[in-house]
T-cell receptor, first 116, second 109 residues
Framework: NAGVTQTPKFQVLKTGQSMTLQCAQD?????MSWYRQDPGMGLRLIHY???????DQGEVPNGYNVSRSTTEDFPLRLLSAAPSQTSVYFC???????????????FGSGTQLSVL | KNEVEQSPQNLTAQEGEFITINCSYS?????LHWLQQHPGGGIVSLFM???GKKKHGRLIATINIQEKHSSLHITASHPRDSAVYIC???????????FGKGTHLIIQP
């Protein structure tokens, strides 16, 4: 199993550009989520999904869009990039059968995004 | 919203020392996670616990539900243990994980 695969690892955008961060898992996990990690702050939840076709907002959803058309994939879209979205982004998944937050989380390797 | 505090923020120790990292939270939880993040690397789950103690190799995690406090211990520390250690408290909901800011650990040879 590859686990959670995140691409790209690095990305530089100009203000106003759009892009999609890809996240895929091959563990048949129901729960998938996106976090951003900023210096001096804990990881913060952007969006999450508890199954195909179901998504919801986390703590910091503004400026981001998600969809979950398959169990495996959970892409994160930046609609119009802003410098405030410069951050490191992590995708994570868990089985979703034992209670959300009460299961081991599997993280992708992260995407370092800079918005100029 | 749960408040999660970790201490210390930074810790430098010599190889072989016993390491303790602390995590306190403000609201009752259903589970507490300990994560490890190496420089420039991804995040790995070390432990998830809701009571008592768990051990994996040289790592030990404990939790005191009444005191709303958890500790991560590393015995016989090694330079490869150098990383950021993050605790996260779960309220049980799909959006219920609150993360601490992390403890940056450096183990010098």
């Amino acid at each position: 199993n590859a686990g959670v695969t995140q691409t790209p690892k690095f990305q530089v955008l100009k203000t106003g550009q759009s892009m999609t961060l890809q996240c895929a898992q091959d563990m048949n996990h129901e729960y998938m989520s996106w976090y951003r990690q900023d210096p001096g702050m804990g990881l913060r939840l952007i969006h999450y999904s508890v199954g195909a076709g179901i998504t919801d907002q986390g703590e910091v959803p503004n400026g981001y869009n998600v969809s979950r058309s398959t169990t495996e994939d959970f892409p994160l879209r930046l609609l119009s990039a802003a410098p405030s979205q410069t951050s490191v982004y992590f995708c994570a998944s868990s089985p979703g059968t034992g209670g959300y937050g009460n299961e081991k989380l599997f993280f992708g390797s992260g995407t370092q995004l800079s918005v100029l | 919203k749960n408040e999660v505090e970790q201490s210390p923020q930074n810790l430098t120790a010599q190889e072989g020392e016993f390491i303790t990292i602390n995590c306190s939270y403000s609201v009752g939880i259903s589970a507490l996670h300990w994560l490890q993040q190496h420089p420039g690397g991804g995040i790995v789950s070390l432990f998830m616990l809701s009571s008592g103690k768990k051990k994996h190799g040289r790592l030990i995690a404990t939790i005191n539900i009444q005191e709303k406090h958890s500790s991560l211990h590393i015995t016989a520390s090694h330079p490869r243990d150098s990383a950021v250690y993050i605790c996260a408290a779960s309220g049980g909901g799909a959006d219920g994980l609150t993360f601490g800011k992390g403890t940056h650990l450096i183990i010098q040879p």
